[in-house]
DNA sequence: ACAAAAGTGTTGGAGATACACCCATGA
DNA sequence: TCATGGGTGTATCTCCAACACTTTTGT
């Protein structure tokens, strides 16, 4: 009863990324700067950092994404909170919270986030990048600091789950796409093959989907159509 | 950088429970024990309380959930985190902390969790609350403390997505049902009527659903065939 | 010419929707 | 006998799944 806990409270952001082929996920590679990292100086996590006192969750992810990534106004979600007692307090993850947390003794709760990003939109955005930043395909995870490899799996369930319900996928797609990336993509996410005709006719379905007078160019086999997404306001 | 955040982190549990006719919410009217309170001077919430320092999330909830309503073993799922950096400083909720918390004017941050009772189930349950606990329709609420009207509302949200895709909806529902009860469940949380033939067609197709040889008693009309539900492992 | 992805229709079956009357019970 | 919810079948339409070949471009 009168035992006093004291928390720190964090975000982590996992951010999707589609870029016409394979889903990505952005990492940032967290080390002391200046100086040279062996291969196990540093380590690869999601965007993530603590929350301020007076700040709320939604703005804290956005502030912190922003900071870590220059990405701004981008699609944010909250899907979970991660909170097991030792969810830091591995033996790299250790030191490398004395480095950088006042309090490197401390709990962590995080909060998970997770964001949708056209890599094509954003091409010209990693350059700014104040941490190095870079797409690590989901197929091709390494191992991250913390339960973070738990996080990025989580986030993926949740975004499957949401697809279906909210017009989210579009957050994906660069504003003028192709039918056969918008199937890659959903192929992708829902983790089964579709079938081309089938989808095309679903996709004809959908009002906010109008085609434009445009094809791609500059492609090895035949041009595609271009479509676009209209929101449905 | 160098500021020093400290939160304190609790769970609040939005307990849903179906009598067979509506759908209701349990509440937890919290007041100091052996003083007279005067209608200003307890406040109605959520079964809620601090996670302890080395208490996992999911731990919390249940043990939080079973010392204010003797609930064991129900249906647990975190859906929100609340983190609104004034979200618990509302005038009467100031007062409520300066005797119940330690640190009164430390920022809170909730997890949000749902759980699903059948109410007949749990019907002897009641008397052995620790304080007083009440069961409460959904369509009546009363003004809560802090912020737990928008907790219980974006739970309600949450059932209902859920419930489209997982078998969670039997939590809610005795270990017999009539089909009445069924689809008037149904039509609560998704907020629309059902046609009755249709949902019975969709009945007879769950295999997990099966007829037991008993039917209603004492009841003032055609008693009804009982059902249950037959967990799919 | 070849490789690579774009594009295009039909059919059969399953599931969704709409709709109205009789039945068993307790008061 | 009346009020109350329980229980039942059919016809139509829409949606889903399965399936194979031709087209256009760049190399």
New interface residues.
């Given amino acids: 009863m009168?035992?006093?806990?004291?928390?720190?409270?964090s975000i982590d952001n996992v951010v999707f990324g589609f870029d016409g082929e394979k889903l990505q996920v952005l990492l940032i590679r967290q080390g002391l700067p200046g100086e040279d990292m062996g291969m196990d100086r540093f380590h690869m996590a999601v965007p993530g950092d603590?929350?301020?006192?007076?700040?709320?969750?939604d703005q804290a992810a956005s502030r912190i994404l922003s900071n870590l990534t220059s990405l701004e106004g981008v699609y944010l979600k909250?899907f979970?909170?991660?909170?097991?007692?030792d969810r830091v307090f591995g033996e790299k993850d250790k030191e490398w919270l004395t480095r950088f947390r006042?309090?490197p003794d401390r709990?962590v709760?995080t909060?998970g986030y997770y964001s949708l990003v056209s890599i094509a939109e954003y091409r010209p955005m990693p350059s700014s990048f104040a941490s190095r930043a870079e797409w690590c395909p989901l197929s091709d995870m390494p191992r991250l600091a913390f339960d973070h490899n738990d996080i990025v799996m989580a986030g993926l369930e949740q975004l499957k789950?949401d697809v279906a319900?909210h017009n989210i996928i579009f957050e994906l797609l660069p504003k003028k796409f192709t039918l056969g990336q918008f199937q890659r993509l959903h192929e992708i996410i829902l983790n089964k093959r579709l079938d081309k005709r089938n989808f095309r006719k679903i996709v004809k379905r959908m009002a906010d989907v109008v085609a434009l007078d445009e094809k791609q160019e500059g492609v090895l086999h035949k041009p595609a159509q271009l479509y676009t997404y209209r929101k449905p306001d």
Same sequence: chains 1, 2.
């Fill in positions: 009168s035992e006093t806990a004291s928390f720190d409270l603590l929350v301020l006192p007076h700040e709320g969750l909250q979970h909170a991660f909170g097991a007692p006042p309090f709990r709760v909060i789950e319900h």
